[in-house]
């Protein structure tokens, strides 16, 4: 079993849609990082939350410490939001990440 | 300026040549990381630099060799590499200390080893 788990793995949502990503984690952390990579690219760090709720324009990332998970959500999707979305535990001195095996998100138009 | 730059882009090799990668970040960050990424599947951690001292190696060949001449600059040598080494190696960096914090990820360079 993966020390952090995502779900789904695979997501295709019409544009305007709702959209949740999952994320479970066994490991103690420090904080829980939400990344999204575009198709042949590099990785963006969206969110960095320890407790509660962040916003940032249409997406919000929530943690849940005690149930050791955490969401994120796309408001009004877009076809721009096609990626893959990595969650990832952080924890230690050197802020090493112990990475989920991503959700890729289709959003058609 | 957030920017981690990487060079090159792209690198063909063969398994007997020895060339490098090179990362570069004028942010301040005193913790740089090195990941190797194969296709559809999440990065993996190779190497992290702590104020220019390596304080992780996640079991990696000794034919990858990591070096961080300044705070600034990390280098990823390869020797002897094997096809199956051809992947995405991204370098990132952060802030180091007892608070946790965002890593930056350059945008990688893609290797295929011939």
């Known amino acids: 079993k993966n020390e952090v788990e995502q779900s789904p793995q695979n997501l295709t949502a019409q544009e305007g849609e709702f959209i949740t990503i999952n994320c479970s984690y066994s490991?103690?952390?420090?904080?829980l990082h939400w990344l999204q990579q575009h198709p042949g690219g590099g990785i963006v760090s969206l969110f960095m939350?320890?407790?509660g709720k962040k916003k940032h324009g249409r997406l919000i990332a929530t943690i849940n410490i005690q149930e050791k998970h955490s969401s994120l959500h796309i408001t009004a999707s877009h076809p721009r939001d096609s990626a893959v979305y990595i969650c990832?535990?952080?924890?230690?001195?050197?802020?090493?990440?112990?990475f989920g095996t991503g959700t890729l998100l289709a959003v058609q138009p | 300026d957030t920017e981690v730059t990487q060079t090159p882009k792209h690198l063909v090799m063969g398994m007997t040549n020895k060339k490098s990668l090179k990362c570069e970040q004028h942010?301040?960050?005193?913790?740089m990381y090195w990941y190797k990424q194969k296709a559809k599947k999440p990065p993996e951690l190779m190497f992290v630099?702590?104020?220019?001292?390596?304080?992780i190696n996640e079991s990696v060949p000794s034919r990858f060799s990591p070096e961080c001449p300044n705070s600034s600059l990390l280098n990823l040598h390869l020797h002897a590499l094997q096809p199956e080494d051809s992947a995405l190696y991204l370098c990132?960096?952060?802030?180091?200390?007892?608070?946790?914090?965002?890593?930056?990820f350059g945008p990688g360079t893609r290797l295929t080893v011939l």
């Open positions: 990132a960096s952060s802030h180091t200390g007892p608070t946790p914090d965002t890593q930056y």
């Open positions: 490991v103690g952390i420090s904080a």
């Open positions: 939350l320890s407790s």
């Open positions: 990832a535990a952080g924890g230690g001195a050197t802020n090493k990440l112990i």
């Open positions: 942010m301040g960050h005193r913790a």
């Open positions: 630099y702590s104020y220019e001292k390596l304080s």
